[in-house]
């Protein structure tokens, strides 16, 4: 299992300072061979046109071409086949007034638009 930590130490509205965040993520049954071809497409074929989306350029159309769409769709395939599993374990939210856990919130929010 991999857990990951990530944390805001100010968030601020309107230019004042409202709080602090932190997130904490588990992930379980990922195969991670089929993962880093998948990431290997995305860095090659995704984040050009994202790039050109940031920098105000026109963004390229994504292509594939066969042989990177049977790549990624057996790749996608063996991915699922090991029921991967992604979790919030911890999401907290911290203002001046105390320290706010909606994990219950999202857990609701998620299902309903799964």
């Avoid at 049954?29 to 350029?57: C, F, H, R, W």
């Avoid at 042989?67 to 996608?76: D, F, G, R, S, W």
């Amino acid at each position: 299992m991999t857990l990951t930590i990530h944390k805001i130490d100010e968030i601020g509205y309107q230019g004042k300072p409202v709080g602090s965040a932190a997130m904490a993520v588990s992930m379980k049954n990922v195969d991670i061979p089929s993962m880093l071809v998948l990431t290997k497409l995305y860095q090659e074929k995704v984040q050009p046109a994202q790039a050109a989306a940031a920098a105000g350029q026109p963004v390229p159309e994504l292509q594939l071409t066969e042989a990177e769409q049977t790549l990624a769709q057996a790749n996608v395939d063996q991915l699922l086949a090991a029921k991967p599993q992604v979790a919030v374990e911890n999401l907290s939210l911290k203002t001046t007034n105390g320290e706010i856990m909606p994990n219950s919130c999202l857990f609701v929010i998620l299902w309903k638009y799964t």
